[in-house]
């Protein structure tokens, strides 16, 4: 039954992530830190040095960051930070909308 019980609960993390409905808010501060930082391209020790905690404890965060978002990559997490970025809005005036 508890087979059953994690299937269906992994079914509908990935309906919710696919729909953008699992948001940010799953995460705590400093995991949000940590992640943006990952996504823009900052490696371990560079994020440890700019947040002043160990590189461990960067690896700690991103693990966790991972798990809460249900992925299993570095790579996976700038996709989905890039796929929930808000689209921006064009003005009809705007010269580079021109073909």
């Not at 409905?21 to 943006?36: F, T």
């Amino acid at each position: 039954m508890n087979k059953v019980l994690e299937l269906g609960r992994d079914a509908m993390n990935r309906r919710d992530r696919q729909s953008g409905l699992l948001g940010y808010d799953v995460l705590s501060p400093r995991e949000r830190q940590v992640m943006l930082l990952a996504v823009k391209g900052f490696a371990n020790k560079q994020i440890a040095r700019d947040l002043r905690v160990a590189e461990g404890t960067v690896k700690l965060h991103l693990h966790r960051v991972y798990q809460k978002l249900g992925i299993k990559s570095r790579f996976a997490l700038a996709v989905l930070a890039r796929q929930s970025q808000p689209k921006p809005i064009r003005r009809s005036d705007d010269p580079s909308d021109a073909a």
